[in-house]
């Protein structure tokens, strides 16, 4: 019998243990809890107890999943690897007596290669940022001056990502206290990101002379994206939103989510000639394995070259 109390307890103990433990992000955290909350729901429609949940449960419901929920490789397999992370924690705390995830047949996760700007796509974007005569004069009751006011705070955010390859988290969470600046020029940005790892992230020279000069007169506690001063940032979904809208009126065609900007400053770095282990530091992946997946542009460089034989 599915003791619901006794799993939710459980599942506290848990997260508590990820986020002050291991030191995983609230974030994922969240993401967690809820693949949790997803497969007590199935053991429960499906009579089982998660305390006795065997290898055939964890793999019908990974079919469950993929085939009468239709969901997609990676977040099955990302519930995976929290059934794994949860019940590996709960048999050493003798929670449980066996680890149901232990040799299942997981579904392999389907290669593709990351989607991100064109040099000529990058620039009609940055572009059509910087671009306010389209702004109209008043809309919802908001005067041109505030339309203009989020268009360059929108301007600066999307332009500091291609600059740096901050997720759209930490970019958004990022404050004035968290930028180097000297003589007027940011130098440099610290970034607690996943798993809160610490990381300082170099900014180029030009870009740098411009986003000091922004941040003038602000106060350090302030977020750098801050609606208003000592407000709270827009949400990660607005600035999906934005930027699609602006992605579609500079004409490029491609799929383009903040997600896209991070791969583009990756792609730029390695057509620098950056060492894939410098791009691991500077995005903050935890293991190379994960940066490798921008090994595309040495392959294009070295077509390039082969085919000028």
Request: include cysteine.
């Given at each position: 019998?599915?003791?619901?109390?006794?799993?939710?307890?459980?599942?506290?103990?848990?997260?508590?243990?990820?986020?002050?433990?291991?030191?995983?992000?609230?974030n994922?955290?969240?993401?967690?809890?809820?693949?949790?909350?997803?497969?007590s729901?199935w053991?429960?429609?499906?009579?089982?107890?998660?305390?006795?949940?065997?290898?055939a449960?964890?793999e019908?419901?990974?079919?469950?999943?993929?085939?009468?929920?239709?969901?997609?490789?990676?977040?099955t397999l990302?519930?995976?690897?929290?059934?794994?992370?949860?019940?590996?924690?709960?048999k050493?705390?003798?929670?449980?007596?066996?680890?149901?995830?232990?040799?299942?047949?997981?579904?392999?996760r389907?290669?593709?290669?990351?989607?991100?700007?064109?040099?000529?796509?990058?620039r009609?974007?940055?572009?059509?940022?910087?671009?306010?005569?389209?702004?109209?004069?008043?809309?919802?009751?908001?005067?041109?001056?505030?339309?203009?006011?989020?268009?360059?705070?929108?301007?600066?955010?999307f332009?500091?990502?291609l600059?740096s390859g901050?997720?759209?988290?930490?970019?958004?969470?990022?404050?004035?206290?968290?930028?180097r600046?000297?003589?007027g020029?940011?130098?440099?940005?610290?970034?607690?990101?996943?798993?809160?790892?610490?990381?300082?992230?170099?900014?180029?020279?030009?870009?740098g002379?411009?986003?000091?000069?922004?941040?003038?007169?602000?106060?350090?506690?302030?977020?750098?994206f801050?609606?208003q001063?000592?407000?709270?940032?827009?949400?990660?979904?607005?600035?999906?939103?934005?930027?699609?809208?602006?992605?579609?009126?500079?004409?490029?065609?491609?799929k383009v989510?903040p997600h896209?900007l991070?791969?583009?400053?990756?792609?730029?770095?390695?057509?620098?000639e950056?060492?894939l282990?410098?791009?691991?530091?500077?995005?903050?992946h935890a293991n190379?394995?994960t940066?490798?997946?921008?090994?595309?542009?040495?392959?294009?460089?070295?077509?390039?070259?082969v085919?000028?034989?």
């Amino acid at each position: 019998m599915f003791d619901a109390d006794l799993f939710a307890e459980i599942r506290k103990e848990f997260a508590a243990y990820l986020r002050f433990t291991k030191g995983y992000s609230k974030n994922t955290c969240y993401q967690y809890n809820s693949d949790l909350n997803i497969w007590s729901r199935w053991l429960q429609d499906n009579g089982k107890d998660w305390q006795y949940a065997r290898s055939a449960d964890v793999e019908r419901f990974m079919t469950w999943e993929l085939q009468d929920q239709g969901v997609g490789v990676p977040i099955t397999l990302r519930r995976i690897s929290c059934l794994s992370t949860f019940y590996r924690w709960a048999k050493k705390n003798e929670i449980v007596v066996e680890d149901p995830t232990y040799l299942i047949d997981k579904p392999k996760r389907p290669q593709r290669l990351p989607i991100w700007l064109g040099r000529s796509e990058q620039r009609q974007l940055e572009e059509m940022l910087g671009q306010i005569g389209d702004l109209p004069d008043n809309i919802f009751g908001m005067k041109r001056e505030h339309v203009v006011a989020i268009r360059q705070r929108y301007e600066m955010l999307f332009v500091l990502m291609l600059n740096s390859g901050l997720r759209i988290s930490e970019a958004l969470t990022l404050k004035v206290e968290d930028v180097r600046l000297s003589d007027g020029i940011a130098k440099f940005i610290r970034v607690v990101g996943k798993g809160d790892k610490e990381r300082l992230i170099p900014l180029p020279a030009a870009f740098g002379r411009k986003f000091g000069a922004w941040l003038e007169g602000r106060n350090g506690a302030d977020y750098v994206f801050a609606r208003q001063t000592g407000g709270k940032p827009p949400s990660a979904t607005s600035a999906r939103a934005y930027l699609q809208r602006l992605v579609k009126k500079a004409g490029i065609t491609k799929k383009v989510t903040p997600h896209k900007l991070r791969h583009t400053y990756a792609t730029r770095l390695l057509e620098a000639e950056a060492q894939l282990v410098d791009i691991q530091a500077l995005l903050g992946h935890a293991n190379l394995s994960t940066t490798q997946i921008y090994t595309h542009v040495d392959e294009d460089r070295m077509a390039a070259i082969v085919s000028k034989l």
